[in-house]
């Protein structure tokens, strides 16, 4: 069945399709259209089974209502509920996303970012892996709205929405301090990453107001290469010297930990601190204590930062949101 047509519209209407393209895109009362002819127009669209030429709107419009998402793993519960906020709020707004995992690889990373501009993508938000500087200055270069979200860019002054990363660490080390625990292991993920950094700085933080010395082989930095037995590696280290705790920098090795220390069976014996919650800590009969990252307003604020530099070219002003940590959830 051929589209309907604006054309064929106004012939039914016996009016110009001029009028029915100015109702159809709600600028009727800038041209003094009738509220009642506005009414038969989307009536009579309704009717046809109008949907409009989104192909012909960009080539008008030079937007195509698009957004690029790439995050590191879309597979990540982390990640993939970044996706669906990001995807909730563009739909409210009448945009499409499209999404993408870069896999932590900056080759991919600035593969995708080339695929997106030439998708003609309005603007970008993405989560970018540790060498990135080189494909988020084409970004900028190229004058693609963009924001960064969950981590910073040293390299690259851009647009960035992120938690304090800083408090949250030093919060939950604080919080295990409190409960009585004084070798307190930590493990994130490769040092490079920005956030996983700053949690660091606020373990140290918290250790050192509270006059406890920082053990090198308590830290554990483990590499996205085999993982797994990474993990197993670090939890072997971490056991030796007789941890009564663990800070999980990140949920994705906060749950891989938990599934590795229930096959020991020594998971019920220390307690634990996270940044994020995972569906592992529901089945388990732990003590942990946790900060879920606000992901409902970093992504709000990252959308609303990214339609500032849609709508305004001359958009310039680089702005770094910070958001406070929300309060420390407990599950025993």
Same mark, same amino acid.
């Given at each position: 069945?051929?589209?309907?047509?604006?054309?064929?519209?106004?012939?039914?209407?016996?009016?110009?399709?001029?009028?029915?393209?100015?109702?159809?895109?709600?600028?009727?009362?800038?041209?003094?259209?009738?509220?009642?002819?506005?009414?038969?127009?989307?009536?009579?669209?309704? @009717?046809?089974?109008?949907?409009?030429?989104? @192909?012909?709107?960009?080539?008008?419009?030079?937007?195509?209502?698009?957004?690029?998402?790439?995050? @590191?793993?879309?597979?990540?519960?982390?990640?993939?509920?970044?996706?669906?906020?990001?995807?909730?709020?563009?739909?409210?707004?009448?945009?499409?996303?499209?999404?993408?995992?870069?896999?932590?690889?900056?080759?991919?990373?600035?593969?995708?970012?080339?695929?997106?501009?030439?998708?003609?993508?309005?603007?970008?938000?993405?989560?970018?892996?540790?060498?990135?500087?080189?494909?988020?200055?084409?970004?900028?270069?190229?004058?693609?709205?963009?924001?960064?979200?969950?981590?910073?860019?040293?390299?690259?002054?851009?647009?960035?929405?992120?938690?304090?990363?800083?408090?949250?660490?030093?919060?939950?080390?604080?919080?295990?301090?409190?409960?009585?625990?004084?070798?307190?292991?930590?493990?994130?993920?490769?040092?490079?990453?920005?956030?996983?950094?700053?949690?660091?700085?606020?373990?140290?933080?918290?250790?050192?107001?509270?006059?406890?010395?920082?053990?090198?082989?308590?830290?554990?930095?483990?590499?996205?290469?085999?993982?797994?037995?990474?993990?197993?590696?670090?939890?072997?280290?971490?056991?030796?010297?007789?941890?009564?705790?663990?800070?999980?920098?990140?949920?994705?090795?906060?749950?891989?930990?938990?599934?590795?220390?229930?096959?020991?069976?020594?998971?019920?014996?220390?307690?634990?601190?996270?940044?994020?919650?995972?569906?592992?800590?529901?089945?388990?009969?732990?003590?942990?204590?946790?900060?879920?990252?606000?992901?409902?307003?970093?992504?709000?604020?990252?959308?609303?930062?990214?339609?500032?530099?849609?709508?305004?070219?001359?958009?310039?002003?680089?702005?770094?949101?910070?958001?406070?940590?929300?309060?420390?959830?407990?599950?025993?």
């Amino acid at each position: 069945m051929a589209r309907a047509s604006i054309k064929q519209i106004a012939e039914i209407l016996n009016i110009s399709p001029s009028t029915v393209s100015f109702v159809l895109n709600g600028k009727e009362r800038e041209v003094r259209i009738s509220k009642e002819l506005a009414e038969k127009v989307r009536d009579t669209a309704k @009717a046809l089974n109008y949907t409009p030429n989104m @192909a012909a709107r960009s080539l008008r419009t030079r937007k195509t209502k698009t957004i690029g998402l790439i995050v @590191a793993d879309i597979s990540n519960p982390f990640f993939s509920k970044m996706a669906r906020h990001i995807e909730n709020i563009a739909t409210r707004e009448k945009y499409q996303v499209i999404f993408a995992s870069s896999d932590e690889s900056d080759e991919k990373f600035e593969k995708l970012c080339d695929v997106f501009i030439g998708k003609s993508v309005d603007g970008m938000i993405v989560v970018p892996p540790m060498g990135a500087a080189a494909a988020l200055t084409k970004l900028a270069e190229n004058k693609m709205p963009l924001v960064v979200i969950d981590r910073e860019t040293e390299q690259v002054p851009l647009n960035t929405v992120m938690m304090d990363n800083f408090k949250a660490g030093y919060l939950l080390v604080e919080r295990l301090i409190n409960e009585g625990c004084r070798k307190i292991g930590l493990i994130g993920h490769n040092k490079n990453f920005t956030n996983v950094i700053s949690r660091y700085e606020g373990y140290k933080e918290a250790l050192s107001k509270y006059g406890i010395k920082t053990a090198d082989d308590l830290v554990q930095f483990v590499g996205l290469d085999d993982f797994e037995q990474n993990i197993d590696n670090a939890l072997d280290i971490l056991l030796e010297n007789s941890i009564d705790s663990i800070f999980f920098a990140t949920s994705k090795t906060g749950r891989q930990s938990l599934v590795s220390l229930k096959s020991r069976k020594v998971l019920e014996k220390l307690k634990y601190a996270s940044i994020d919650l995972f569906e592992e800590c529901k089945f388990s009969y732990i003590s942990l204590f946790a900060i879920e990252q606000p992901l409902d307003i970093m992504c709000e604020k990252a959308l609303m930062l990214l339609f500032d530099q849609i709508t305004d070219s001359k958009y310039q002003m680089i702005e770094t949101i910070t958001l406070h940590p929300p309060a420390i959830k407990k599950l025993d």
